[in-house]
């Protein structure tokens, strides 16, 4: 019996194995050739949050190193600012402030997400959406006032989740883009003196999404 169960928990494994490495790969590849990144397969000793094997997107954003897996979406991981060479160089430190159970970890060279990734939705993309789309603004001809990334947190039974959208003002007004919603910039409506930040949370309730927490926001300004 124990064999037999063996057997199915390595066959289970495979595909969800397999599953993760494209998400990372995927994300690597919605980035881009000009941002640093490198996919990871990581060795977990410890297997409870995450799996016994481990496929992540490490990427540099806004002085920074961040941390994306296609389950659990991104987060930092970078510990301090102004470290980005040496974080880059010595990645082993920050994955086990992760999660203690990852001991060992390599980065993995081959090919792209493969054909029709660009129309498949990143899972948990939400933060890497909001940086590619981000890149995107500030490389195009139209002047843009203010653009921020503002990462919202939502209540949602005893977790706390989370998620990312763009939020930019241009001679036009204010729009914010959440590639959940749909692809592209949607005017955000602001009642008088609303704060931005406020204005974007009351339209992804609307949305359908949870309330976000009290004081749940960071954010993260550009120009």
């Not at 996919?39 to 977990?44: A, G």
């Not at 692809?183 to 609303?194: A, Q, T, V």
Request: net charge negative; charged share 20%; proline share 7%.
């Amino acid at each position: 019996m124990k064999q037999a169960l063996a057997l199915w928990l390595l066959l289970w494994s495979v595909p969800v194995a397999d599953a993760s490495l494209a998400a990372a790969r995927q994300a690597r590849d919605l980035l881009g050739a000009d941002v640093w990144s490198r996919v990871v397969r990581i060795e977990n000793e410890r297997p409870g949050a995450y799996p016994v094997e481990v496929h992540a997107t490490i990427f540099a954003f806004n002085g920074i190193l961040w941390f994306y897996t296609g389950s659990e979406g991104t987060q930092s991981l970078s510990l301090r600012r102004g470290r980005l060479e040496r974080d880059q160089a010595d990645l082993q430190p920050l994955l086990e402030a992760i999660d203690a159970g990852f001991v060992r970890h390599e980065v993995i060279d081959g090919p792209d997400a493969g054909d029709g990734w660009e129309e498949k939705p990143l899972p948990h993309g939400c933060f890497i959406n909001s940086v590619v789309a981000l890149r995107k603004l500030l490389a195009g001809d139209e002047p843009v006032a203010r653009a921020s990334l503002l990462s919202y947190y939502f209540e949602s039974g005893r977790l706390a989740k989370g998620h990312t959208v763009l939020v930019f003002a241009t001679t036009e007004g204010w729009f914010f883009q959440d590639e959940e919603l749909g692809p592209g910039p949607r005017p955000l409506p602001r009642m008088p003196g609303e704060p931005p930040a406020l204005a974007a949370a009351r339209a992804i309730q609307r949305s359908g999404r949870s309330r976000p927490s009290a004081g749940g926001a960071v954010h993260q300004s550009f120009v």
